[in-house]
């Protein structure tokens, strides 16, 4: 198990910024990709950035150009500028690696969620 815990969400309004935090505190062998999603009531979840384990990364067309996703050892940053109310959602952490050497010879991955935290753009 890999414990993923996110933080930082709450009530913004529209334009303003918020940040997210999501922290890697479990033991895993290797890390490789982490991710925001974001599930919004009644719709599909969706990827909204994306950073591989050497730095690459990528975004949904609808958040390119405001969010910025960004990594260190232990943490997984989302940098959200200019919020609108459709960026309204639960927002969550995924982790995708190796959970030990074992699994890594075998390229087997494991994919880990956080709990998710809510992101309210509202006037």
């Known amino acids: 198990q890999v414990p993923l815990v996110e933080s930082g969400g709450g009530l913004v309004q529209p334009g303003g910024s918020l940040r997210l935090s999501c922290a890697v505190s479990?033991?895993?062998?290797?890390?490789?990709?982490m991710g925001w999603y974001r599930q919004a009531p009644g719709k599909q979840r969706e990827l909204v950035a994306g950073?591989?384990?050497?730095?690459s990364t990528n975004y949904s067309d609808s958040v390119k150009g405001r969010f910025t996703i960004s990594r260190d050892n232990v943490m997984v940053y989302l940098q959200m500028n200019s919020l609108k109310p459709e960026d309204t959602a639960v927002y969550f952490c995924?982790?995708?690696?190796?959970?030990?050497?074992?699994?890594?010879?075998?390229?087997?991955?494991?994919?880990?969620w956080g709990q998710g935290t809510q992101v309210t753009v509202s006037s």
């Open positions: 995924k982790l995708v690696g190796f959970r030990s050497l074992f699994d890594s010879r075998r390229r087997y991955e494991s994919e880990f």
């Open positions: 479990g033991s895993i062998y290797r890390i490789n990709s």
């Open positions: 950073i591989s384990s050497g730095g």
